[in-house]
C-alpha cells in the first residue's frame, strides 16, 4: 500500500500495529461503559438538560473519530466536514504531526470539532512504565493546550491496548479513555468503497466510528460515508456530544 509522505515512518508503524488488533472492543477483557448509560447517569444530575441543538436521548446520533493525524489529509477532510456540517472528534499524535501541522490543530478547534489525544508517539501504553506512559500523554496534552487554548480530557490508547495502570494515569491526568464501536479498518486498504461498505455494516446508534485521516483511501470515502447514514437518520455529533447530559470521568473507558 502506498504511503504517503507525511506518515512515512508513522503510518508504517501504525498499520502493522493496527494489524494485530482486529476486535472492535479494542483490548480485550477492558470493561468498558456504553454512552447511553452515561447519558442515563448524567439525567440525573444537574445538567440534565440538552446539549447544544442534539439530545441524544431522543435522537439516533453517532460520533465520527479520527485517529493519528494531522495528515497532508487533513485539510480535504476538514473541508469536507465543514460542508457537509458535521463535527467529529480527532485523536491527534504529536510526534511528526501535531508538531508539523499545528495550523491544522487550531482548524479543527477553531471549527467546533473535538480535539483529543493518540499520544506522542503511537507506543502501546502497557508495554511502558508508568513515568514512559505520563510522557507519552502528557506532551500532545501540553502541545493542544498550547495550540488552542483546551486541555484534552479524552485520549485514545494506540491499538486500544489499556490496562489498570493506563487507567490510574489517565485519571491522575484528567483524561477518560475512548475505544470504538465500528472500524473500516482503512490502514488494510487503499478502496474508498470497501472503506465505506466496511463502515455501514457496523454502524448503529451510539456507534464509534474509527478511521485513520492520513491513509490514502479514507478521505475520499468520507462523503458517502455521511452521506449514507444522513439517510439513515443519523445526527452526527462529537464524542462529548454523544455522552451529554453525562460527562467522560477520567481513568473509565468508553465505548
Not at 448524567?42 to 441524544?56: E, I, L, N, S, Y
Not at 506522542?120 to 508495554?127: A, N, P, Y
Request: net charge neutral.
Amino acid at each position: 500500500m502506498k504511503k504517503t509522505g507525511t506518515s512515512f515512518r508513522a503510518a508504517g508503524t501504525l498499520a502493522a500495529a493496527a494489524a494485530l488488533t482486529i476486535a472492535l472492543s479494542g483490548c480485550a477483557g477492558t470493561a468498558t461503559t456504553a454512552p447511553s448509560a452515561v447519558r442515563a447517569e448524567g439525567a440525573a444530575g444537574p445538567q440534565a438538560a440538552r446539549f447544544g441543538t442534539v439530545d441524544c436521548r431522543e435522537t439516533k446520533c453517532i460520533a465520527l473519530t479520527f485517529d493519528a493525524g494531522p495528515s497532508e489529509h487533513s485539510a480535504r477532510l476538514l473541508d469536507i466536514l465543514k460542508e457537509k456540517q458535521v463535527p467529529a472528534t480527532f485523536f491527534l499524535l504529536g510526534k511528526r504531526h501535531i508538531e508539523k501541522y499545528p495550523e491544522l490543530v487550531r482548524r479543527m478547534a477553531r471549527e467546533g470539532h473535538e480535539v483529543a489525544s493518540h499520544t506522542w508517539d503511537h507506543k502501546i501504553l502497557t508495554g511502558l512504565r508508568p513515568q514512559e506512559i505520563r510522557e507519552e500523554l502528557e506532551r500532545p496534552n501540553e502541545e493542544i493546550e498550547r495550540l488552542t487554548g483546551r486541555r484534552p480530557t479524552l485520549m485514545r490508547p494506540p491499538q486500544g491496548r489499556t490496562d489498570a495502570t493506563v487507567h490510574d494515569i489517565c485519571r491522575e491526568l484528567g483524561l477518560a479513555e475512548v475505544l470504538w464501536s465500528v472500524t473500516a479498518k482503512d490502514y488494510q486498504t487503499t478502496d474508498s468503497d470497501l472503506i465505506t461498505r466496511r463502515v455501514l455494516a457496523g454502524a448503529d446508534r451510539d456507534g464509534i466510528i474509527l478511521l485513520h485521516d492520513l491513509y490514502d483511501g479514507t478521505v475520499p470515502a468520507v462523503p458517502g460515508i455521511i452521506d449514507a447514514l444522513k439517510e439513515r437518520g443519523y445526527v452526527f455529533v462529537t464524542v462529548p456530544q454523544l455522552l451529554a447530559p453525562g460527562t467522560a470521568e477520567p481513568g473509565e473507558v468508553y465505548r
